[in-house]
């Protein structure tokens, strides 16, 4: 190998690593720009397949992947919050959604205006200039697409540099004159690069950069096209790994789509060849990989649409379901908390909000056992409360370290506000479980000690019980919705609760000195009292932050 060689070597790998790395850029400023929006197609996530397509492809057309796609889609049926038929329309749409970036290294078979060397310069040069003299995030995350749009076109015009000297190389005419004669190992071929670099989207910008320079031949790019759709299902199979078998199924759906796909335009296209043989060894441009590669995704989607459920069939034959769902909570939360979905930040900023509200829930029930403890003297739900106790503390722990890791992620200054009052939210959340226990503890203390109250201090009690109930219950399902009229709700009841609670206290003391209720007794309605009125402040201050976050908002 000559130093010419090297220099071309060293020029071609330095472009793919731009192209890749442009990819990314432009995929982090897209994903930041959609921000809190991405969250909205969660809600379409249903059964309804159809709307589960374009979600997928939606999503990969944003943060340039299929791949992560995929590997997002795994970790959301390991979480729980997708099923397998849901996952099957988001697979099928993250397909049809990659053909994006083909069609970008498309462009510069458009005309000179459109050439990379034209278009790239001016695009970073802009991007630049924006990211250093503009204080608005919106135009900053404008300014981060424009740069990686930029130096993705910078890659590929490195790439086609390097390649151009080759174009009437014996070697490489040979070696796809051998690829377009043996399908089989054309697909090998294809899904092998693919395998290796873990982006069907850079292999597919690869063969196209070859084609612009001539040097591929429409048998060949049709079989090595197929065999990178194949090889792009190695980064989901390998995220599998460690996750629960029906996660797992997902992966292997992802396999047997392409696969299955790749069989069927596999003989079509070699049956086409075989009667038009001058066609298959013509050369074939960048532009006509992007139309046989958009044809393929689409058209493998349409015709295995209807059959989504055999698919999900399909797979439980090589990963059989799980026999028995795992009941620990800790450990279903660890599974809740899946790190796959950092592919996609706001959908993980989104699992982050779910997550938090689940352990208000929990913590909310466990408020009104120990309520009830209280007012029963029930030592087996007073139990029952210490243990709840510590999957709360367990979930508090687990959400935090999580939230920090979202935290590090690609987010807009939306976002990242609304990590900052999730982690205040799991602290007031945990502290209202801390008051639930000591509830419990004063059940305990009245249950040894034969405490009993008044029948006018119970009623009253129930009264505020209720007001605390309906404090909690509203923020968090404020925290859920992020409505603002249901945190208006919460910090109304709070404001109930701190007056009847000054009340209470006055006409308890009464009793007291009146000899109308035991000492024991009052110290511990009280304390009870105090307790009930600490729950109702945590509950306020997760309201509040709702509130403030819907206001910013606008």
């Keep these: 190998m000559t130093m010419t060689d090297l220099e071309h070597l060293f020029s071609f790998v330095g472009g793919l690593g731009?192209?890749?790395?442009?990819?990314?850029?432009?995929?982090?400023?897209?994903?930041?720009?959609?921000?809190?929006?991405?969250?909205?197609?969660?809600?379409?996530?249903?059964?309804?397949?159809?709307?589960?397509?374009l979600v997928g492809a939606l999503v990969t057309a944003i943060i340039q992947s299929s791949s992560a796609t995929t590997v997002m889609v795994v970790g959301f049926v390991n979480a729980g919050i997708l099923n397998l038929i849901q996952a099957v329309g988001v697979i099928m749409g993250a397909n049809v959604g990659t053909t994006i970036t083909s069609w970008l290294v498309s462009l510069q078979e458009w005309g000179a205006f459109l050439k990379p060397e034209f278009l790239a310069p001016l695009f970073i040069g802009i991007g630049?200039?924006?990211?250093?003299?503009?204080?608005?995030?919106?135009?900053k995350d404008g300014a981060t697409i424009a740069v990686g749009f930029g130096i993705l076109f910078i890659g590929l015009s490195f790439m086609s540099s390097a390649i151009k000297p080759y174009s009437d190389s014996a070697i490489f005419v040979n070696a796809f004159r051998v690829l377009g004669k043996n399908p089989i190992l054309g697909i090998l071929v294809g899904a092998l690069v693919t395998?290796?670099?873990?982006?069907?989207?850079?292999?597919?910008?690869?063969?196209q950069t070859l084609a612009f320079n001539g040097m591929v031949n429409w048998n060949s790019a049709v079989f090595i096209m197929l065999g990178q759709n194949i090889g792009t299902c190695v980064t989901a199979l390998l995220s599998s790994v460690g996750a629960n078998k029906t996660?797992?199924?997902a992966a292997v759906i992802h396999l047997l789509f392409n696969v299955i796909g790749a069989v069927v335009f596999g003989v079509l296209m070699f049956v086409i060849f075989m009667l038009n043989k001058n066609w298959a060894s013509s050369t074939i441009n960048s532009f006509e990989i992007s139309i046989f590669h958009t044809i393929f995704n689409i058209g493998n989607t349409?015709?295995?649409?209807?059959?989504?459920?055999?698919?999900?069939?399909?797979?439980?034959?090589?990963?059989?379901?799980?026999a028995a769902v795992d009941t620990d909570e800790e450990k279903t939360m660890l599974r809740h908390l899946d790190e796959r979905i950092f592919e996609t930040p706001s959908f993980a900023v989104l699992n982050a909000v779910l997550e938090v509200v689940h352990m208000g829930e929990i913590t909310y029930q466990n408020v009104k056992r120990a309520f009830t403890a209280v007012t029963q003297n029930d030592t087996k739900i007073i139990s029952e409360v210490y243990e709840t106790e510590k999957t709360i503390d367990a979930m508090a722990q687990m959400i935090s370290d999580y939230l920090v890791k979202i935290n590090n992620l690609e987010l807009n200054e939306e976002q990242h506000?609304?990590?900052?009052?999730?982690?205040y939210t799991v602290s007031d959340i945990e502290r209202i479980g801390d008051h639930a226990e000591n509830l419990a503890d004063l059940a305990e203390f009245k249950v040894k000690n034969?405490?009993?109250?008044?029948e006018s201090a119970a009623e009253e009690l129930k009264d505020m019980v209720e007001m605390v109930?309906?404090?909690?219950?509203?923020?968090?399902?404020s925290r859920k919705n992020q409505e603002i009229t249901l945190a208006d709700q919460a910090r109304e009841y709070e404001n109930q609760v701190d007056e009847i609670e000054e009340l209470l206290r006055t006409k308890h003391i009464e009793r007291l000195a009146n000899n109308l209720c035991q000492p024991k007794a009052g110290v511990v309605f009280l304390d009870i009292l105090s307790n009930l009125e600490r729950i109702s402040d945590h509950a306020d201050n997760i309201a509040e932050y709702v509130e403030n976050e819907v206001m910013k908002q606008g």
């Design 18 to 53: 731009m192209f890749l790395y442009g990819m990314n850029v432009m995929a982090g400023g897209l994903q930041k720009a959609a921000g809190n929006k991405m969250k909205n197609l969660m809600g379409v996530l249903t059964n309804n397949r159809l709307l589960a397509v």
């Design 128 to 139: 630049a200039f924006v990211m250093l003299f503009t204080a608005s995030e919106r135009k």
């Design 195 to 207: 395998a290796i670099i873990q982006s069907s989207s850079a292999s597919v910008g690869i063969l």
């Design 247 to 249: 996660a797992k199924r």
């Design 302 to 322: 349409m015709i295995l649409f209807p059959f989504a459920k055999k698919l999900v069939s399909l797979s439980g034959l090589f990963m059989k379901e799980e």
């Design 417 to 423: 506000n609304l990590i900052s009052d999730l982690f």
């Design 450 to 454: 034969e405490i009993t109250f008044s």
């Design 469 to 477: 109930n309906h404090a909690v219950a509203y923020s968090i399902a």
